[in-house]
């Protein structure tokens, strides 16, 4: 490649028509060391750039202005290609954009940076990567925000999701190969000619036209890709063609890719889902307190574990302050001890047909489609064997299933034993496969025309997108029974390890046989099959019309246009509905059973029945469960033919401090399993055709409902871009408003039931006896309904640019401001389940105050938190509905942004920029709400809903990010460069959580305090290579109770109880990632390259910062950690 440039400066395009548009430790981390790695990157940075702009400005001055080469003679011109030529055009398009934006440019066509369009984002200043609870990439936050505050359009079209419910928030973008891109801008300011959504920011992703090669061009890209953790390693493969046709007016264009990726995750949990340690009992009678219930003042305000027996008995309604007086004594045990690996294997096909045709000079024409389907099979192979149990009784007694316990001087357990017979009535190692298939498409189907006449642009657009997902999960369990296990922590990482007696093989199959029963029939094992599907589309117009003005003063250009959205989403789950009185549509999952039996063990009066019948339920729903006979020898083949160890190496091999974790154990392989069962068991209820249409108990079939919203939005915009000059100094901008309207249509489903005074508990009352006020109710099913439910909302966005340049054509300050505004998610404009909605006439609710009256002692209190009998039937006899329903009426998220950025373009290889923003929230999350007056087909309810968010929220940040080209440097350092940037933010934490056991206030969701991207590259036009770094801050995720471990009141979506435990906050760690490449031309026709990612053997943890809860010694408050390993490329490019 060449390594000089033209030195005549581009004429500026006055028209610009080319819009592209804490208290925060980490755990274990040195913070002040990577603050520290931070400032001498980030200045190092700066001073390799502004040395890199000096060198190139001194040669550019030095070089002669007056001189003109001789007549006839050439001046050769040397083109800038490859990395270079990239960054020059990513430079460009920053410089010229209408607002505040970063991009990326591939370096040629299928030499994207990255490999999916996720990981490419992510090195743009203030993006960065989620990683989902499976440890899986997930989407991405901007500047703080999350990925339903984020819009993705792809050549202007929405990008759909295929892993979210809600219909609306890209959470993954892995489907998309990265082969199909040209470039990538965040645009993180607004014009009014942008489709709102993106209040973090708006993601572009542009594709390579028909016309864009000057002439015919064809590659392939074959490479093999494998993951540390394994051994197999698979291919990779890109094809591109392009050609002209009919003098050049015809392109056509196609674009390739199929990935075969196999994906390994190691996963080691210490929570039960988000539940993370809990006080089970006190185990080492220390004098001190544990924590101080915030639920109950009578229990917090107990110095000594004595003292609790002084408090009295609960008062009808109130906590039980004795029971909650002595959990604050009880020492925190990790809830589950659990591990997991997760092998995946994704077949990826992305493609891209495109046709453009100039049909004058005036006037291009284009279709295109791109289809990205993903067949993704994955095997979860977890091993578990018990949760540990305690609690203390009303005397003050522990009671606890386990043994040997060590405990630290902050109350945290660190060691126990669970023994079978001793605390442990049984105790079993169990090998879990979950099995789970996903069928996930997109199809992106688009035509447009350009027309371009003197000063008028018109360009129209007809799009279709649509996103399907079907996932069927499968989960069998192996089981050997265990005298005992061990439990330990280890201290380098805060997670657990769990150990057998050596005394027991559990690698032999026998030991996962199930034992004989005394009837002739072994101990049952549940077989679960669980689908579920979604689908969603959208179907846009849109009209942009421009025109430019060369004598009009300030106004260089008018634009106005019109946009039509066509929003649908479906989805469907595997629930059972109540038809009709008396029908009932079962439900879509199977929960079988197998075993044995062996007929001379059988009683005669029950000899064994071999074979499939449906399982004995007593609920109606249930009966599409089926039981599977087998003969002793046959299920013991199955163990012997399936069983093995997990696949792939050392669990957690190669992660940094892994300390003693287990290094293996055996599972079994569910494919080989479940076809071998096949021979014996009739599995055809394992699909999904009950996912749509399915039997119910009258013995027709019924199509089963799907949760479906409509969106339609209306749009229309009109701005203007002015210039003009302020002294000596370029002034360049545009404002505009954008108006909207959305029009929402549901079809929720709510079930009707009519409630009446049951008889016999009248009698009883009548007879003097005690009753359960939970049945003095009686609740009759009357009909399922798919109601219509239709609202609209208007909003007006407007928005505002400024580019001020000091020094013209190289130096410009920015500002910008406009209102954004993101939609709801689908499923809380009209919910994703059935409400239940109950109705009681005046008569029968006279007669129920009646009986509160007259029968004030005669109720027995169940176990409620705040509320007495009385008003416990009170609150079941009224119209009211169970579920929450959705609010068509919601705004959504609404804020003001702010943009103020300075940028220095000093030559075409260089940028650096520094910008602030800022994001005052006028309408936040959706909140949860309860209203009365509910109208539901003329009858009125009490019913949970959504309403909109608070205001308050302010959040602040600042970027800086800079790239150059070493051209003035010696040698071969001629051809490097580097690129950097970091991001931080701040928040005022108005209206988020607070951590209620220390009082302190949590961060907002998403938000890490700071981002920083750091590559390296060279190219001379033989050898390529580029190094890459990322580093994301660790950021809050949520708080999470379960409803039936934490044991929190309601308000913190716990359940109800009287006996009050803890729940914490679960911060992630971030990631620290080290990715590089390298490719060499072994002729202009064939290259070779290799590639690595996260070669620092990174990890991500859910965890509590030590601020909220300390373990003690530094060891971190670990719920899960995921390895996910390093992952190799090698392969070759031919271009023909």
Known sequence: MGVTVKTRRACRDTKTKGREAGGREQMKLAITADAVAVKLTVGASILALAAGAASVGRAQSVAPTTASPPAGEQVEEVVVVGARKAEQSAIQRKKRAATNQDSIVADDVGNFPDKNVGEAVARIAGVALDVADDGQQGGFTIRGQGADLVRVEVDGMSMLSTSSQDGRSVTSLGDMSSDLIKSVDVIKGQTADMTPGGVGGTVRIEQRGGLDFSKPTAKLNVQYQNNSLESKWTPRINGFATRKFFDDRLGILINFTYDDARTVTDTARVSDKQAGYLPLGDQDNSPNKSFSTPYDPRAAAVTTKAGCAALGAPAAGQPDSRLNCFAQWEDFVPSLVRFSRGVREDKRYSAQFRADFRVNNDLTVFASYNPNINRQNSDAFNLSVASPTGSTSAAGVLTTSMRNVTVNANHYVTQYDLIRGNGSTTLNWTSQDRYIERRDQQHYLQAGADFNKGAWTVKARAQYALAKSKREDEAFSFVASIPQATFQMVPENGLWTMFAPSSVDLTSAAAYYPVLGANGLSATSQLEYTPQADKSSELNYQIDVTRDFDHFGPLKTF??????????????????????????????????????????????????????????????????????????????????????????????????????????????????????????????????????????????????????????????????????????????????????????????????????????????????????????????????????????????????????????????????????????????????????????????????????????????????????????????????????????????????????????????????????????????????????????????????????????????????????????????????????????????????????????????????????????????????????????????????????????????????????????????????????????????????????????????????????????????????????????????????
């Open 559 to 1136: 634009k106005f246009g019109l946009q039509r959205r066509d929003h649908d989403n479906n989805t469907w789950r595997e629930d059972s509905f109540d038809i009709a009185p008396g029908v009932t549509l079962y439900r879509a999952r199977s929960l079988d059973l197998l075993q044995y039996c062996v007929p001379s063990a059988a009683p005669a009066s029950a000899p064994c029945v071999f074979g499939t019948a449906n399982r004995p339920s007593t609920t109606v729903k249930d009966q599409q469960y089926r039981t599977y006979t087998l003969t002793q020898a046959q299920y013991q083949s199955l163990i012997n033919n399936s069983l093995q160890d997990i696949p792939g190496g050392q669990f957690f091999g190669g992660m940094p401090g892994r300390g003693n974790l287990l290094d293996s154990w055996s599972a079994f392989n569910f494919q080989t399993f479940f076809n071998e069962l096949g021979q014996y068991a009739d599995l055809s209820r394992h699909n999904p055709s009950c996912l749509y249409s399915c039997l119910a108990s009258d013995g027709k079939t019924y199509k089963r409902p799907s949760y479906s919203t409509n969106e339609k939005t209306t749009s229309a915009y009109a701005m203007v871009d002015f210039e003009t000059r302020l002294g000596w100094m370029p002034v360049t901008g545009n404002f505009g408003v954008r108006y909207q309207q959305v029009e929402v249509n549901g079809q929720p489903s709510i079930v009707i039931n009519n409630l009446t005074i049951d008889p016999a508990i009248l009698a009883a009352l009548n007879a003097g006896q005690t009753v359960d006020p939970n049945k003095v109710i009686n609740s009759t099913f009357v009909s399922r309904q798919q109601t219509s439910i239709s609202r609209k909302s208007n909003d007006f966005l407007p928005s505002f640019n400024l580019a001020l340049w000091p020094i013209e054509d190289q130096f410009v300050v920015r500002y910008s401001i406009a209102k954004q505004r993101a939609r709801p998610s689908m499923l809380q404009l009209t919910g994703n389940s059935a409400a239940t909605c109950s109705k009681i006439d005046a008569t029968t609710r006279a007669a129920i105050e009646k009986l509160i009256a007259q029968y004030p002692n005669q109720f027995n209190d169940p176990n409620v938190d705040d509320e007495d009998a009385g008003a416990t039937i009170r609150g079941d006899a009224a119209n009211n509905c169970s579920g929450r329903i959705g609010n068509p009426q919601l705004k959504g998220y609404a804020a003001t942004t702010q943009n103020l950025s300075a940028e220095w373009y000093p030559n075409r290889d260089t940028q650096l920029s520094v910008g602030f923003f800022a994001i005052d929230v006028k309408s936040g999350y959706p909140d949860t709400t309860t209203i009365n007056g509910y109208e539901i087909q003329g009858e009125t309810y009490t019913v949970d809903t959504y309403m909109d968010g608070p205001s308050g929220l302010k959040q602040k940040g600042f970027e800086v990010a800079g790239r150059t080209a070493f051209t003035f440097l010696p040698w071969r350092l001629k051809y490097t460069g580097a690129g950097f940037n970091y991001a931080r933010n701040r928040s005022n934490e108005t209206n988020t959580v607070v951590d209620l056991f220390t009082g302190k206030a949590l961060p907002p969701t998403k938000q890490s305090n700071y981002t920083y991207n750091l590559n390296f590259w060279y190219d001379d036009g033989r050898l390529n290579a580029r190094v890459a770094y990322q580093r994301r801050d660790f950021y809050y995720d949520r708080t999470d109770a379960s409803a039936s471990i934490n044991r929190v009141p309601t308000a913190l979506g716990g359940a109800a109880t009287s006996y009050y435990k803890m729940v914490s906050p679960i911060f992630k760690t971030g990631n620290k990632s080290l990715d590089a490449r390298a490719s060499y031309k072994l002729t202009s026709r064939l290259q070779l390259f290799a590639e690595g990612k996260n070669l620092l053997d990174d990890s991500v943890s859910r965890y509590t910062p030590e601020k909220y809860r300390n373990i003690g010694g530094g060891t971190p408050y670990i719920y899960d950690t995921y390895y996910l390993g390093r992952r190799y490329y090698f392969g070759l490019i031919a271009q023909f």
